[in-house]
Structures are given as C-alpha cells and as structure tokens.
C-alpha cells in the first residue's frame, strides 16, 4: 500500500507498530529510494503499539518527502539517536517539510534537562518547520508535560534560526 503512486493519507489502526517501523525502515534503505506522496500518516500508538522509536523518525523524512502530519506515540530512545555537539552543527539536518507531529503521549520516565534538549533537536534536524500537537486524552498527566517542553524547546530553536537568517541578512 504505501507504493501506491498516488495515496496521500494513510491511517493504520491495526498493524502493530513494529511491522510499521521496519517497513519503514526497509524502505529507506531500498535501492530503489522509495518517495512517498503520503501527505498524512497516522500510526497507532497505544498500550499494545507503544509507537515509532525517536531514532526510526528518520526513515519517515527520507521515504515520506511531502508528509505535512504525522499522527503517533513517540518512543524516546536515547540509545540510537546521533550524538550532538554543544557548539557544533548535527552531522546530517534535513529540510523535511513535515508541519505537524500530533503526538499520543504514554507514560515514560521523567527526562532531563539535557534529554529534553536532545529530543529537540533531533526533532528540529529532522523537521525545521515542526509544530508539536498533544492528543489531549480524558485524563491529563502531569508526566506528558515532557512533550510540552520539547515543544518549547524545538520553538526556541526555530526562533533562534529566524534571528540568525534576520542578523546575517542585515549585515551592511
């Protein structure tokens, strides 16, 4: 299904999320280069489907050129994210056009300052132009207030580089 030449909005609800993720993954890597026209993906993300890791983001950008929205659970792997740099450019940045990422918040450990900052940037390497949208469920957590602070921080990024364009465009 998602070689269909023209689909542009896919919603799976009951394909487990690992099948999701390594065909995803697969398709990245295909020798074929594989491009997507899905514009609107939506993946499970529940108890039984935790969601699509963090690091696996990636695939989505390289096979899913004109995604706008992505609907899932985001698993944080701190393991296999790329190693970022204070000071330093990221090694590989991406201008993905990827607008939204409507995320299913689940409960997960508590995260630091510095680990809040990593998934950040990760995000904003991956997808400059990101806006992050909580799935209000019922009940609030106080827990899933981790996402609302990557969004702060992924916000911040994104204005810094708006200052950074206006500072180097006005130089006499």
Known sequence: ???????????????TIDATATSLSCLAHSPLHFRSKIKTLRLPGSGMNPGIKLSELCYLAVSFPDLVLLQSAIVLDFKNLPQYKMGRAADVSLS???????????????????????????????????????????????????????????????????DNNARSSHVP
């Open 1 to 15: 299904m998602l070689l269909h030449p023209t689909l542009e909005y896919l919603e799976i609800v009951t394909w």
């Open 96 to 162: 993905h056009n990827l607008k939204t990422l409507s995320i299913a918040p689940f409960d997960a450990p508590a995260l630091s300052y510095i680990q809040h900052s990593t998934v950040a940037r990760h995000l904003f390497t991956l997808f400059p132009a990101l806006r992050i949208r909580i799935e209000t469920p019922l009940r609030w957590k106080p827990e899933w207030n981790r996402w609302r602070t990557i969004g702060d921080m992924l916000q911040m990024y994104q204005t810094v580089c708006l």
